[in-house]
C-alpha cells in the first residue's frame, strides 16, 4: 500500500509532459488521481498524448486514474470537474496546477513586438486557469481542513526566459501561492509554488532536436534536465509530509526539496539546483 492510498489528487494539463509525469509519480504511491486536459483523440494534437492515456499509466503505476477532457479556459469545465470529484470521492487532497498554453513561437528569439497578441492566452491558461482550479479545490479542502496545492513554476519567475508574457506568468503563479497560503492557513491548507528546471516533456526533447544550439544555453542544457517524473516525486515527499503547513506560502526549487527528503530522479540522480546562476525564489514561508 502507497504512501497515498487512499488520498485523491486533480492534476491539471496532464495529457502529456510535466502533468502527465506527476501524475504518474502520485499513482505509484496508489492515489486517485483526475487526469485533466484537452486531448482525448490520438493524433489530434502535433505532440503525443491523451488524457485516457496517461489515466491508463497511473492504472499500471498502481493508482486509480480518472480521466476528465477539461478546456481550462472555459470555467464551466472546471466547475464540472470539481463537482464531479466531490460527487465521486468526497474529498480532495492535493491540487496541482500545471496547465499551461504553450505558443509554439514561445522559444523563437523574437521581441514580444512581433509575436502574436494571441500569446496572451498564456496568462489565460496558466495563470488565471490556476486561480480557479484553486478557487474549486479550495471549498472542498477547507472543509477538511486539509488539503495542498502546488503551482508548477520556474527560474524564470526571477529571471527572463523566452519572453514578456511567459515570465509575467511565471512571477503571477509564484506570488498567487503565496497569497492564497494567507487566506488558506487558518484553514490548514497549504499553497505553495514549485520551480522546475529543464524537463525533458515531448515538446523539450522536439525543441532540442530541432534547435541543438539551445543545449548550450543554462536553461536548455540537458545535463541540468530532468525526467517528468522527478516533479511528481517532489509532490509526494510534500504530500507526505506532516509538517508541510511549515512550507506554505514559499516558492521552492524542486531540486533543493528533493534534496531535503531524499528524493533521486528515475535514474537514481537529483538534478542541480541552478540557484546561483538563475536567481533565488522571492516568497518565503507565511
Given at each position: 500500500m502507497g504512501s497515498l492510498s487512499g488520498r485523491v489528487a486533480v492534476v491539471t494539463g496532464a495529457s502529456r509532459g510535466v502533468g502527465k509525469g506527476i501524475a504518474l509519480a502520485l499513482a505509484e504511491e496508489g492515489a486517485t488521481v483526475y487526469v485533466t486536459g484537452r486531448t482525448v483523440t490520438p493524433g489530434s494534437y502535433p505532440l503525443p498524448g491523451t488524457v485516457a492515456e496517461t489515466a491508463l499509466e497511473v492504472d499500471r503505476r498502481g493508482g486509480k486514474g480518472i480521466a476528465v477532457q477539461v478546456d481550462h479556459a472555459e470555467d464551466k469545465q472546471v466547475a464540472a470537474l470539481f463537482d464531479q470529484v466531490e460527487q465521486e470521492q468526497g474529498r480532495l487532497d492535493i491540487l496541482v496546477n500545471n496547465a499551461f498554453s504553450l505558443p509554439e513561437d514561445l522559444t523563437d528569439p523574437q521581441p514580444f513586438w512581433e509575436k502574436p497578441l494571441s500569446n496572451w492566452e498564456m496568462v489565460d491558461v496558466g495563470v488565471r486557469s490556476n486561480f480557479v482550479a484553486a478557487w474549486h479545490a479550495a471549498r472542498i479542502m477547507a472543509r477538511a481542513k486539509?488539503?495542498?496545492?502546488?503551482?508548477?513554476?520556474?527560474?524564470?519567475?526571477?529571471?527572463?526566459?523566452?519572453?514578456?508574457?511567459?515570465?509575467?506568468?511565471?512571477?503571477?503563479?509564484?506570488?498567487?501561492?503565496?497569497?492564497?497560503?494567507?487566506?488558506?492557513?487558518?484553514?490548514?491548507?497549504?499553497?505553495?509554488?514549485?520551480?522546475?528546471?529543464?524537463?525533458?516533456?515531448?515538446?523539450?526533447?522536439?525543441?532540442?532536436?530541432?534547435?541543438?544550439?539551445?543545449?548550450?544555453?543554462?536553461?536548455?542544457?540537458?545535463?541540468?534536465?530532468?525526467?517528468?517524473?522527478?516533479?511528481?516525486?517532489?509532490?509526494?515527499?510534500?504530500?507526505?509530509?506532516?509538517?508541510?503547513?511549515?512550507?506554505?506560502?514559499?516558492?521552492?526549487?524542486?531540486?533543493?526539496?528533493?534534496?531535503?527528503?531524499?528524493?533521486?530522479?528515475?535514474?537514481?540522480?537529483?538534478?542541480?539546483?541552478?540557484?546561483?546562476q538563475r536567481g533565488a525564489p522571492i516568497w518565503s514561508p507565511v
Open positions: 486539509s488539503g495542498l496545492i502546488v503551482a508548477t513554476s520556474g527560474y524564470v519567475g526571477v529571471t527572463y526566459t523566452y519572453g514578456v508574457v511567459f515570465g509575467t506568468c511565471k512571477s503571477a503563479v509564484d506570488r498567487m501561492a503565496r497569497d492564497m497560503a494567507v487566506e488558506l492557513k487558518p484553514y490548514g491548507v497549504a499553497s505553495l509554488s514549485m520551480w522546475l528546471g529543464l524537463t525533458f516533456t515531448e515538446r523539450a526533447e522536439r525543441n532540442l532536436q530541432r534547435s541543438p544550439a539551445m543545449t548550450a544555453q543554462t536553461v536548455t542544457n540537458p545535463q541540468v534536465g530532468s525526467s517528468v517524473e522527478f516533479p511528481g516525486r517532489v509532490i509526494v515527499a510534500l504530500a507526505g509530509d506532516p509538517e508541510v503547513m511549515r512550507r506554505s506560502g514559499g516558492t521552492y526549487i524542486a531540486a533543493e526539496l528533493a534534496r531535503e527528503y531524499g528524493v533521486t530522479d528515475v535514474d537514481g540522480r537529483t538534478p542541480p539546483s541552478l540557484r546561483a
